[in-house]
């Protein structure tokens, strides 16, 4: 087997400055940890320390064995099923494990170019892929495909006895990878993880919602920074633009150095104000709420001066255990929530909003358009037994403290009644059982859906609060795909359409008397939740990390001045939404200049 040119990893790539967009605030500069995606497994990227080498060619043949163990199983297993014909499938596969060629190529990409074993099975890999597919013989580019299936097995194997992905950074660094699932940021070790910068995704597909829920600086949609990067470089990173500097040169540097200076400044007045309750100048009480998961830090919420938890992700349990979490197991994380509040604050629970971008291969099929199937409520209303182990759980944590339950993703009156009857059910099932749970448990349905908006009036007789979810919200109403980076230049909050939706919300939410909050990622943003504010919600609630900077523009003007704000936005229905945005956004930074950079 001829040994095609492997490319010198030493040396760094020229300086480069790609544009992304600003995902999770804040400044980073470190070396980057490339995670790459692309590829049929995640093969993580760095490099080998020389007194690692042996170990690392140890854990290459401890997954060469393995492999070997479990094809040859796999081989005895397809003879056993198909009466000892047609066993040849695998013996691509064994032979290859047996070609000492594959086996050096591996070697010398560790020892001598110092690769972790992961990477160096995948160059291997890709190597034999060159060579196989410049040949005429069709069997043998057939064989490409085996020499693939065999290099994901062995990646596999060697991942196997890692939870995260990334525990196996050796230094604090900005992870560069093509794109992030919500399930690689479980278990993530925060500390060594300085920013992510992904080439894919959206402001708000859900890893860029756990960055920032997680504190992390992150840019997404930067396009092709997973190629042109390799370990040794360094990455100069603004959450706050959306601009990522690779090996950036002196000026770059001073000039980063400023940008903290900055932020450090703004950071500073933001400690001022932050753990007074959320008001407008005037002294009309607008509550800030958390939107939390599982990887929530519960002792954090007190410290940014977080008034509730707004909305919980109750999914990314199932996400962080791989299968549904058992009714006990969900009362404990339920209850850990409320206890963790002080009195007078409530936590609201949305049931599991599974599928779109959340993926849960152990029980939905992958589908063509997710964010259109079979998600959410319609998940859930088809498996009753799990919607009914959840809302038992709940209703058993609210004796722990105030909780409220959310239903996501409501489009249509019989859903939420159905939903009404299920948790009507468990609650005679519980008294049934000398159960305690709290009778006035309230709740409230997400409106996230264009047709809940039009049937708001009478959704609103039948629950008691609303909760606008913006994220949905705007991708179904403008449909873009609120995850994909080749529209997010369409993905637009001030939409006129969508403002008339929200406004149209409020007011339905307000003439049945009932209370409305926005949870999705616009109220984050300072300038909308002025807007949204001044449109009339009622609470807000957002990544905790964003609170105390949104709570000090709401408490800088006053309720008419807020009205005036959204008035003027309202009115320019017939303009684009970035003029919308700049209407709010001028008097907003004019007051607080410290804000001219966003
Ligand atoms: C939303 O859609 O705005 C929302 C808060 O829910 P999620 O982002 O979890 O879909
Ligand atoms: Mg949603």
């Not at 498996?383 to 009914?388: A, K, Q």
């Not at 009036?457 to 008691?464: F, G, Y």
Request: aromatic content about 6%; overall charge negative; some cysteine.
């Amino acid at each position: 087997m001829p040994n095609p040119p492997v490319k010198n990893k030493t040396g760094r790539s020229p300086t480069r400055v790609f544009k992304g967009l600003p995902a999770s605030d804040g400044l980073a500069f470190g070396p980057v940890f490339v995670f790459r995606s692309d590829v049929a497994d995640q093969v993580p990227q760095f490099e080998v320390k020389k007194a690692d080498i042996p170990a690392e060619l140890n854990r290459l043949e401890g997954a060469l064995a393995l492999t070997r163990n479990q094809m040859q199983s796999l081989a005895s297993e397809l003879a056993r099923r198909i009466n000892g014909q047609e066993t040849s499938i695998l013996d691509g596969h064994l032979m290859m494990l047996e070609d000492p060629e594959f086996l050096d190529s591996c070697m010398s990409f560790i020892s001598q170019q110092r690769m972790n074993a992961e990477y160096a099975v995948s160059k291997t890999v890709q190597k034999y892929a060159d060579i196989f597919g410049a040949m005429d013989d069709p069997y043998i580019k057939e064989r490409i495909k085996d020499v693939r299936d065999l290099g994901s097995r062995l990646i596999r194997n060697l991942l196997g006895a890692v939870t995260s992905p990334f525990t196996r950074m050796e230094r604090p660094s900005i992870i560069v990878a093509d794109e992030i699932a919500p399930s690689e940021t479980i278990g993530i070790p925060k500390q060594m993880v300085l920013a992510f910068a992904t080439d894919r995704g959206s402001l708000t597909s859900h890893a860029t919602l756990l960055s920032r829920a997680l504190g992390i600086p992150a840019v997404v949609g930067l396009g092709s920074l997973v190629a042109s990067v390799q370990s040794g470089d360094e990455i100069m990173l603004d959450g706050r633009t959306g601009q990522v500097i690779l090996n950036p040169g002196e000026p770059e540097r001073q000039a980063f150095n400023r940008s903290l200076l900055q932020s450090k400044t703004l950071a500073a007045t933001l400690e001022e104000g932050k753990l007074a309750p959320g008001a407008t100048a005037d002294g009309h009480p607008l509550p800030f709420a958390a939107n939390i998961d599982l990887n929530t830090p519960l002792a954090e919420l007190a410290l940014v001066g977080a008034e509730g938890v707004g909305l919980y992700r109750s999914e990314y349990i199932w996400i962080a255990l791989k299968r549904e979490p058992s009714e006990e197991e969900q009362e404990h994380y339920y209850t850990d929530v409320v206890r963790s509040l002080p009195p007078g604050q409530s936590a609201t629970i949305r049931i599991f909003d599974m599928g779109g971008d959340k993926m849960f291969p152990d029980r939905i099929q992958p589908e063509l358009n997710p964010f259109l199937g079979n998600r959410s409520i319609r998940f859930l209303l088809e498996n009753r037994t799990i919607l009914r182990r959840q809302l038992r759980a709940i209703l058993r944590a609210s004796t722990h403290g105030s909780i409220q339950i959310l239903y996501p993703m409501i489009a249509a009156i019989e859903e939420l009644r159905a939903l009404n009857i299920e948790l009507a059910s468990c609650k005679n099932e519980l008294r049934e059982q000398g159960i305690p749970f709290d009778e006035n448990l309230k709740r409230g349905i997400m409106v996230e859906v264009p047709a809940a908006v039009f049937i708001a009036d009478a959704l609103a007789k039948e629950v008691d609060f609303f909760s606008i979810g913006t994220n949905d919200l705007i991708q179904y109403t403008l449909a873009v795909d609120r995850s994909n980076e080749h529209v997010s230049r369409l993905y637009q909050p001030t939409h006129p359409a969508v403002l008339s939706l929200v406004r149209q919300t409020i007011d339905a939410a307000h003439a049945s008397g009932i209370t409305v909050s926005v949870c999705g990622e616009a109220a984050s943003n300072p300038f909308i939740a002025a807007l949204l504010v001044g449109m009339g919600v009622d609470s807000l609630s957002m990544s905790p990390t964003l609170i105390p900077l949104v709570k000090k523009v709401i408490r800088r003007f006053t309720s008419p001045e807020l009205a005036a704000l959204a008035q003027k936005a309202l009115s320019l229905k017939a303009e684009p939404a970035s003029t919308i945005f700049n209407a709010i956004r001028d008097p907003i930074t004019k007051a607080i200049p410290e804000l001219s950079h966003r």
